[in-house]
């Protein structure tokens, strides 16, 4: 199906009328896609209630790592053991979210979002109560189950409520929940863990997160209509080998092996697993776009501008979580800082980004994405560079200033490629776009700590722990210059192409 758009008087591009079929994800108020400027106070409710509860199930999704020490004496577990509350989280995450598309077409907005907040908040209620490793396991995996449903859920909602000319801002807003939330995790569970058991993480988190699903069900409404379609099993199969298998091999890689060097058999098996299964997964996906319903509609990539923003995500994301598992280990192991001081360290950085996101959107909405991308890589590849110069000596203010950088710099790609990316689809692709983006986020954050984390433990090995932060670093900044590159290639995307083709 084809997207015909044109500008309007005002320069600003309008959905054709031969596209109005397509708007699946319409508002059923009668509202078109090309919507007042001013957005209503019902829309402004249903988004403001999707980014609490996005943000407090991200804040989750860190809020672990700082414990995972209290927990192995407490629990009476070994570090490998523990380790799987962090990574059992993440692979039901890889799980999920290539589930999402369908989801999000097949069920309504209210009904995802209880569904998406009823996991994550009955997940919070048992691990509160966890007798034992098991069953706090099993609630990680729960919570993980409503966090992989609510950040596609948001940007699907946004793309359906909010017209063109203030995707920008109102995606900038996104950017407090996915930056400032998992910046925050460390902080918050360190400040618990000084007066209270681990325990009260979820006992302080139980009643926000109830609160979010009490206010969702009293005012969220159905923004979009449902589609029947049927869904693909063998799809849904092959997600967990296919995205479950590349993540724990990179997962492990990275960081199951106590500073030994190379990876071990484990994380090969499951990463040639993970990639088989990803072709005959992407294979399967080509042939039902033919004749069915794909579980994740891999027609998004027709899209110029959306290939390359997810690519640009890609390389940031990995920036960005290679940075996150660095410095809190440079941090404790090379200047012997405690968990609660390097979460009191790196929260300028995350505050930072989550706050200028919605300035950044505003920006992006005048400017459109080039300037703030070219900004945004150069800052990331200057910041990284200077990371891989701390030694031993380095100050702290230092450092708290390199990753307020590079966190300004991150901010600077997030919002314009998420925007960038999404706003040429066609309706029918929102959940789909959406799903993908989350998707590779997490693939990408699995890749970059593995690469780095790697890189990290052998070069320490051999020549000390400041020669291999450097390395490390060292790696992450040459990554970091193909971001420069693919800055320089996008554009503005309001005045999308036909819906199958490319943008030019």
Do not use: C
């Amino acid at each position: 199906m084809s997207t015909e758009v044109s500008p309007n008087a005002g320069g600003q591009p309008v959905q054709g009328e031969g596209n109005r079929d397509d708007f699946r994800g319409g508002v059923r108020q009668g509202a078109q896609p090309a919507a007042p400027e001013k957005m209503s106070r019902e829309s402004v409710t249903i988004i403001s209630t999707l980014l609490v509860a996005t943000f407090v199930v991200i804040l989750n999704e860190t809020i672990m790592n700082v414990a995972l020490q209290r927990l192995m004496v407490d629990l009476r577990v070994d570090a490998p053991t523990v380790q799987w509350l962090s990574t059992g989280f993440m692979l039901t995450m890889a799980v999920v979210i290539p589930t999402t598309g369908f989801i999000l077409q097949r069920l309504s907005t209210r009904a995802v979002f209880l569904l998406a907040m009823g996991l994550f908040a009955s997940g919070t209620a048992l691990a509160a109560v966890a007798p034992g490793f098991e069953i706090l396991l099993l609630a990680r995996i729960v919570q993980a189950g409503g966090t992989a449903i609510m950040l596609p859920l948001l940007m699907t909602t946004i793309l359906t409520l909010v017209p063109l000319a203030k995707r920008g801002a109102v995606m900038g807003n996104v950017s407090i929940a996915i930056s400032v939330a998992p910046a925050m995790g460390p902080t918050v569970s360190g400040l618990i863990l000084e007066h209270f058991t681990w325990r009260f993480m979820f006992v302080f988190v139980l009643p926000v997160a109830l609160a979010a699903l009490a206010i969702g069900a009293k005012y969220l409404t159905n923004v979009g209509e449902t589609e029947k379609g049927r869904l693909d099993a063998l799809s849904v199969i092959l997600t967990v080998p296919a995205f479950g298998g590349l993540v724990y091999g990179l997962s492990q890689i990275g960081g199951g092996h106590g500073g030994q060097a190379g990876p071990g058999a484990g994380a090969i098996a499951a990463l040639v697993i993970g990639v088989a299964a990803l072709t005959v997964f992407v294979l399967r996906q080509v042939r039902l776009q033919k004749t069915a319903a794909p579980l994740l509609d891999l027609r998004a990539f027709n899209f110029r501008m959306f290939t390359v923003s997810v690519l640009l995500m890609v390389v940031a994301m990995m920036a960005l979580f290679g940075g996150v598992i660095l410095l809190p280990l440079y941090l404790q192991q090379v200047r012997g800082l405690g968990s609660l001081e390097t979460g009191l360290a790196l929260l300028p950085g995350g505050l930072a980004m989550g706050l200028l996101g919605p300035v950044i959107g505003r920006a992006f909405d005048k400017v459109g994405p080039l300037p703030l991308t070219v900004t945004g890589s150069i800052l990331m590849v200057v910041t990284l560079w200077q990371f891989s110069m701390l030694d031993a000596g380095t100050a702290v203010w230092w450092i708290v200033t390199l990753h307020v950088g590079l966190s300004f710099g991150l901010a600077l790609l997030f919002t314009p490629a998420f925007t960038t990316g999404l706003n040429p689809l066609p309706p029918h692709l929102y959940s789909h776009g959406s799903a993908i983006m989350s998707t590779t986020q997490q693939v990408a954050g699995a890749a970059g700590t593995a690469l780095l984390v790697s890189i990290f433990a052998v070069v320490s090995a051999a020549s000390g722990l400041v020669a291999g932060m450097s390395a490390a670093f060292m790696t992450a900044t040459v990554i970091a210059f193909a971001a420069v590159v693919l800055s320089a290639m996008m554009r503005k995307t309001e005045g999308a192409g036909p819906g199958h083709g490319a943008e030019h």
